[in-house]
């Protein structure tokens, strides 16, 4: 298990918020490839749980997008089946830019039915606009899943926790704990100072108490 740990770690790959708005800008003049990829860089979605996403998902009023179903391409047909995991099942809250963005893309749709998917591509296309908007911005090539990476890469350096991110992507947080680990270090260093400021804490504690004793005799 540890070598397949180490191996992951290896491969892992991802953008900065920088490269991403790079990136992005490139392929904006493709609405359809522009709103995916917003909803895989800022909600951390992965591939089969993006292609399953029908209008119903969607609560505009409270920002939210419920994960519950993944499509995957079975015997050459596509076919919507349940996620990964039970974690996997969770309602996200996107950022208001995205609601926005999302709402007015779905309302773009002509006569669009509340279970009418809301990408109607294959895989291999937004693999090919990957190549073409990483191209086109100049920024390194990742593999689509690696949005996904930076997604909580990105959440890291924001200082949430890795609890707090496991129910936002559909992980548990031992596996974001063990996989980003390389990731954390500024947290270690915050830890190891609080760790330092309770042990000087204790220590004055310590040092008002005995003069107080003092004071007393």
Same mark, same amino acid.
Not at 71 to 83: F, S
């Given at each position: 298990?540890?070598s397949?740990g180490e191996?992951?770690?290896d491969?892992?790959?991802?953008?900065?918020q920088?490269e991403?708005e790079r990136?992005?800008?490139?392929? *904006?003049? @493709?609405p359809?490839?522009?709103?995916?990829?917003? #909803? #895989?860089?800022?909600?951390?979605l992965?591939?089969?749980?993006l292609?399953?996403?029908? $209008?119903?998902k969607? =609560?505009?009023?409270?920002?939210?997008?419920k !994960?519950?179903e993944s499509l995957?391409?079975i015997d &050459?047909?596509?076919?919507?089946?349940?996620?990964?995991t $039970? @974690?996997s /099942?969770?309602?996200? +809250?996107m950022?208001?830019?995205l609601?926005?963005e /999302?709402?007015?893309?779905? =309302?773009? %749709?002509?006569k669009l039915?509340? @279970?009418?998917?809301?990408?109607?591509?294959?895989?291999s296309?937004?693999?090919?606009?990957?190549?073409?908007?990483? *191209?086109k911005?100049?920024v $390194?090539?990742?593999?689509?899943?690696?949005?996904?990476?930076s997604?909580?890469s #990105?959440l /890291?350096e924001l200082? %949430?926790s890795a609890?707090? !991110?496991?129910?936002? +992507? &559909?992980?548990?947080?031992?596996?974001?704990?063990?996989?980003?680990a390389?990731? %954390?270090?500024? $947290?270690? *260093?915050?830890?190891?100072?609080s #760790?330092t400021?309770v042990?000087?804490? @204790?220590?004055? =504690?310590?040092?008002?108490?005995?003069e107080?004793? =003092?004071?007393?005799?």
């Amino acid at each position: 298990v540890g070598s397949m740990g180490e191996k992951e770690a290896d491969e892992m790959l991802f953008w900065t918020q920088d490269e991403y708005e790079r990136f992005i800008e490139a392929i *904006k003049d @493709k609405p359809e490839s522009f709103y995916a990829f917003e #909803l #895989l860089y800022w909600c951390g979605l992965r591939m089969g749980e993006l292609l399953a996403l029908t $209008k119903e998902k969607f =609560d505009f009023e409270r920002h939210t997008l419920k !994960i519950d179903e993944s499509l995957q391409r079975i015997d &050459g047909k596509n076919v919507i089946t349940a996620p990964k995991t $039970k @974690k996997s /099942i969770r309602t996200i +809250v996107m950022p208001e830019f995205l609601t926005e963005e /999302i709402k007015e893309y779905i =309302d773009s %749709f002509y006569k669009l039915k509340p @279970k009418d998917l809301i990408f109607n591509f294959s895989k291999s296309y937004l693999h090919h606009e990957m190549d073409r908007g990483s *191209k086109k911005s100049q920024v $390194k090539r990742i593999r689509i899943h690696d949005l996904r990476h930076s997604h909580v890469s #990105l959440l /890291i350096e924001l200082g %949430f926790s890795a609890t707090a !991110i496991a129910d936002r +992507v &559909g992980h548990e947080s031992i596996d974001i704990t063990y996989r980003y680990a390389h990731l %954390f270090p500024s $947290k270690q *260093k915050e830890m190891a100072m609080s #760790l330092t400021q309770v042990r000087n804490n @204790k220590a004055n =504690d310590w040092k008002d108490l005995l003069e107080e004793d =003092d004071k007393d005799v």
